[in-house]
T-cell receptor, first 115, second 114 residues
Framework: DTGVSQDPRHKITKRGQNVTFRCDPI?????LYWYRQTLGQGPEFLTY????????KSRLLSDRFSAERPKGSFSTLEIQRTEQGDSAMYLC?????????????FGPGTRLTVT | AQKITQTQPGMFVQEKEAVTLDCTYDTSDPSYGLFWYKQPSSGEMIFLIYQGSYDQQNATEGRYSLNFQKARKSANLVISASQLGDSAMYFC???????????FGQGTRLTINP
């Protein structure tokens, strides 16, 4: 049973560049979430997919951010024109089922550093 | 809006002792779920335990138990017989029906001393 995987694990980029992260959820999970975690804080919700439909976006997700889940399997999160404030850990999670009691399983995260 | 408060930035405990990590929450929804996650230095969030607002008994999972006091809106995590591998950040989180996101607290860094 493979867990949630994320690629890359670390990304260093210069301000103004575009970056793209990939998340592969647990295979039978139909729900996929993106969170952002800055140093010393808990994760903050960014967006959520049920299958291929993006159903909710946080106001944290500015127009420089876009997320897709084209075939209801893996997802990508793209940040355009990166800023130093985008430096954070980007966490992906997946879950099964519709009940709010279902736990979300997290991947190892992608740590982004914008120089 | 939902809010989670963890008031202990850091805790230091001797190996084999029990430890309680505090969590208080705020929501106006009568139905909600409370979660605890562990985050080692590697960064991955590991699910530990879940408590539903209507559950009559406190949740337990091995060495982890959740001390749920609904009237006080607290959901403290108790780790019995702590081990060196328990050293990590611990996050309390909440989710309500109709909302997909987990709302997290700021976390508590637990250090187990040999």
């Amino acid at each position: 049973d493979t867990g949630v995987s994320q690629d890359p694990r670390h990304k260093i980029t210069k301000r103004g560049q575009n970056v793209t992260f990939r998340c592969d959820p647990i295979s039978e999970h139909n729900r996929l979430y993106w969170y952002r975690q800055t140093l010393g804080q808990g994760p903050e919700f960014l967006t959520y997919f049920q299958n291929e439909a993006q159903l909710e976006k946080s106001r944290l997700l500015s127009d420089r951010f876009s997320a897709e889940r084209p075939k209801g399997s893996f997802s990508t999160l793209e940040i355009q024109r990166t800023e130093q404030g985008d430096s954070a850990m980007y966490l992906c999670a997946s879950s099964l089922g519709t009940s709010f009691s279902y736990e979300q399983y997290f991947g190892p995260g992608t740590r982004l550093t914008v120089t | 809006a939902q809010k989670i408060t963890q008031t202990q930035p850091g805790m230091f405990v001797q190996e084999k002792e029990a430890v309680t990590l505090d969590c208080t929450y705020d929501t106006s929804d009568p139905s909600y779920g409370l979660f605890w996650y562990k985050q080692p230095s590697s960064g991955e969030m590991i699910f530990l335990i879940y408590q539903g607002s209507y559950d009559q008994q406190n949740a337990t999972e091995g060495r982890y138990s959740l001390n749920f006091q609904k009237a006080r809106k607290s959901a403290n995590l108790v780790i019995s017989a702590s081990q060196l591998g328990d050293s990590a950040m611990y996050f309390c989180a909440m989710r309500v029906p109709g909302a997909q996101k987990l709302v997290f607290g700021q976390g508590t860094r637990l250090t187990i001393n040999p």
